[in-house]
């Protein structure tokens, strides 16, 4: 029963394992290392904090309601006694007092006051009606901040994807020289075979092996050199994508397709988010002025208030003791600060110019970088192409020098060099496809391709 069990496990198991085995493809490191990276992690964070501070700002523009108390105690008390007596009788038909001769009596009046207890609670309702400009600025700015760290996400995922994309072809880059020196390996071991027969027929000198297994030591030292490369290139690789760095990653045998027909430009780096981001900036330091100015202007607001108050007591009873409303509007006009305000708006419009001056800086320097990245891609490209010769031509070379050596008519000494050759521009070829990728794709960041 149990190895039946067993034996369903196992099938159960074999598709996944054979799923496992699948190489990764490039886009697949890419999300790998744009989901565990941190600076990415932490630039989508500040996105979303400059979204919240937007949202604060949006709500200036509506009624602030808030609801307000206080309470004191108080012993002040006193009293006020007004004598009474006999007064006048009159009429006020003219405007004035006119007596008619007759007198009333005034009993008078005592009035005793006690502070005691005074409280107030009510609901205040302020509604901004002009600051200036102020809150307008306010919300235009944290606006182009959202769009600024957008844009800073932007550029942390190109340098993310550029560093998962070098990572990646080091692998392959690392697999196909250990391929270069594992055929080498052949070639040689075919070689030493067939010298060994000779020198056991007498046809060859047993210097002629000593020479093979020479090759032979040298190209054993290039082999294991070789896997460790693929070794620690697998580790950079789990280390770009986020993974435990003894993982067993498996990439594909092959650089991602590389457009050798793309047209080339070098004078527009307006799609990079470097240049957004400047552009923001600047655009908030503009802002920073209309805030900075908004200080010197008058600010209008209305306030509306509905609570209840009680205290004073006059003559045992409350004074205070009822619901209210209460109506009115707040102005404020600035003056005269001495220059504060006047020297704020100069400030701000100092930090516009200079925004503006490392704008035009950072194009410039970019442009730089794009011709550089330009021209190397550019290299790149001839480099392959004259490596594809270099290498036909070598192979070439090593099948005559070979049909010689066979024939009598050429050294072994030749021979070996032939092959050493053909290796040397083979290596040469594997490098220049893995510098003509690396170039791509540092040519599609500096033009902001990269990401969109």
Same mark, same amino acid.
């Given at each position: 029963?149990?190895?039946?069990?067993?034996?369903?496990?196992?099938?159960?198991?074999?598709?996944?394992?054979?799923?496992?085995?699948?190489?990764?493809?490039?886009?697949?490191?890419?999300?790998?290392?744009?989901?565990?990276?941190?600076?990415?992690?932490?630039?989508?964070?500040?996105?979303?904090?400059?979204?919240?501070?937007?949202?604060?700002?949006?709500?200036?523009?509506?009624?602030?309601?808030?609801?307000?108390?206080?309470?004191?105690?108080?012993?002040?008390?006193?009293?006020?006694?007004?004598?009474?007596?006999?007064?006048?009788?009159?009429?006020?038909?003219?405007?004035?007092?006119?007596?008619?001769?007759?007198?009333?009596?005034?009993?008078?009046?005592?009035?005793?006051?006690?502070?005691?207890?005074?409280?107030?609670?009510?609901?205040?309702?302020?509604?901004?009606?002009?600051?200036?400009?102020?809150?307008?600025?306010?919300?235009?700015?944290?606006?182009?901040?959202?769009?600024?760290?957008?844009?800073?996400? &932007?550029?942390?995922? +190109?340098?993310?994807?550029?560093?998962?994309?070098? =990572?990646?072809?080091? !692998?392959?880059? $690392? #697999?196909?020289?250990?391929?270069?020196?594992?055929?080498?390996?052949?070639?040689?071991?075919?070689?030493?075979?067939?010298?060994?027969?000779?020198?056991?027929?007498?046809?060859?000198?047993?210097?002629?092996?000593?020479?093979?297994?020479?090759?032979?030591?040298?190209?054993?030292?290039?082999?294991?050199?070789?896997?460790?490369?693929?070794?620690?290139?697998?580790?950079?690789?789990?280390?770009?994508?986020?993974?435990?760095?003894?993982?067993?990653?498996?990439?594909?045998?092959?650089?991602?397709?590389?457009?050798?027909?793309?047209?080339?430009?070098?004078?527009?780096?307006?799609? &990079?988010?470097?240049? +957004?981001?400047?552009?923001?900036?600047?655009?908030? =330091?503009?802002?920073? !002025?209309?805030? $900075? #100015?908004?200080?010197?202007?008058?600010?209008?607001?209305?306030?509306?208030?509905?609570?209840?108050?009680?205290?004073?007591?006059?003559?045992?009873?409350?004074?205070?003791?009822?619901?209210?409303?209460?109506?009115?509007?707040?102005?404020?006009?600035?003056?005269?600060?001495?220059?504060?305000?006047?020297?704020?708006?100069?400030?701000?419009?100092?930090?516009?110019?200079?925004?503006?001056?490392?704008?035009?800086?950072?194009?410039?320097?970019?442009?730089?970088?794009?011709?550089?990245?330009?021209?190397?891609?550019?290299?790149?490209?001839?480099?392959?192409?004259?490596?594809?010769?270099?290498?036909?031509? +070598?192979?070439?070379?090593?099948?005559?020098?070979?049909?010689?050596?066979?024939?009598?008519?050429?050294?072994?000494?030749?021979?070996?060099?032939?092959?050493?050759?053909?290796?040397?521009?083979?290596?040469?070829?594997?490098?220049?496809?893995?510098?003509?990728?690396?170039?791509?794709?540092?040519?599609?960041?500096?033009?902001?391709?990269?990401?969109?």
């Amino acid at each position: 029963m149990k190895r039946y069990i067993y034996i369903i496990i196992m099938c159960l198991a074999l598709p996944l394992c054979q799923a496992q085995a699948q190489p990764l493809s490039i886009e697949q490191c890419r999300q790998m290392a744009l989901k565990f990276n941190k600076e990415r992690q932490s630039a989508t964070l500040s996105t979303e904090a400059a979204r919240f501070t937007m949202k604060s700002y949006y709500a200036q523009f509506f009624p602030n309601l808030s609801l307000a108390g206080f309470g004191i105690y108080d012993t002040g008390d006193g009293g006020l006694n007004v004598e009474g007596g006999m007064l006048p009788v009159g009429s006020m038909a003219t405007g004035s007092f006119v007596p008619s001769g007759s007198f009333a009596y005034f009993p008078g009046l005592n009035l005793d006051y006690k502070l005691g207890f005074i409280y107030s609670g009510s609901v205040v309702l302020k509604q901004p009606l002009y600051m200036g400009g102020r809150i307008q600025a306010a919300y235009r700015m944290s606006r182009m901040a959202v769009d600024l760290y957008r844009q800073g996400e &932007r550029m942390t995922e +190109a340098e993310v994807i550029q560093r998962a994309d070098e =990572a990646y072809a080091r !692998v392959v880059n $690392a #697999r196909e020289l250990q391929q270069v020196a594992e055929k080498y390996q052949a070639l040689l071991l075919e070689l030493d075979k067939n010298v060994e027969s000779a020198v056991r027929h007498g046809l060859k000198m047993e210097n002629d092996r000593m020479k093979v297994q020479v090759k032979l030591n040298e190209v054993e030292l290039q082999l294991r050199r070789a896997q460790n490369g693929v070794r620690l290139a697998t580790m950079n690789l789990c280390h770009a994508t986020g993974q435990p760095l003894g993982t067993p990653l498996e990439v594909s045998s092959q650089y991602p397709a590389v457009d050798d027909a793309q047209a080339i430009q070098t004078d527009d780096v307006s799609a &990079r988010p470097e240049i +957004a981001m400047l552009d923001y900036q600047r655009q908030i =330091a503009g802002q920073q !002025v209309r805030l $900075a #100015r908004s200080e010197m202007l008058p600010q209008l607001a209305l306030l509306a208030k509905y609570g209840y108050t009680h205290g004073v007591e006059f003559n045992g009873r409350s004074l205070l003791d009822g619901w209210n409303f209460a109506g009115g509007v707040t102005l404020s006009i600035p003056l005269y600060h001495f220059g504060e305000h006047s020297n704020k708006v100069k400030a701000a419009k100092t930090r516009l110019q200079q925004s503006e001056v490392e704008l035009e800086n950072k194009r410039e320097l970019m442009l730089l970088e794009l011709n550089r990245a330009a021209n190397n891609l550019d290299e790149a490209r001839l480099e392959v192409s004259l490596a594809e010769k270099t290498l036909a031509q +070598a192979e070439n070379s090593m099948k005559l020098s070979r049909q010689q050596y066979d024939a009598g008519l050429e050294p072994l000494s030749d021979y070996l060099e032939s092959q050493a050759t053909w290796q040397q521009a083979y290596e040469s070829l594997v490098n220049a496809h893995f510098q003509r990728y690396l170039s791509s794709v540092a040519y599609l960041r500096s033009a902001g391709m990269l990401v969109q």
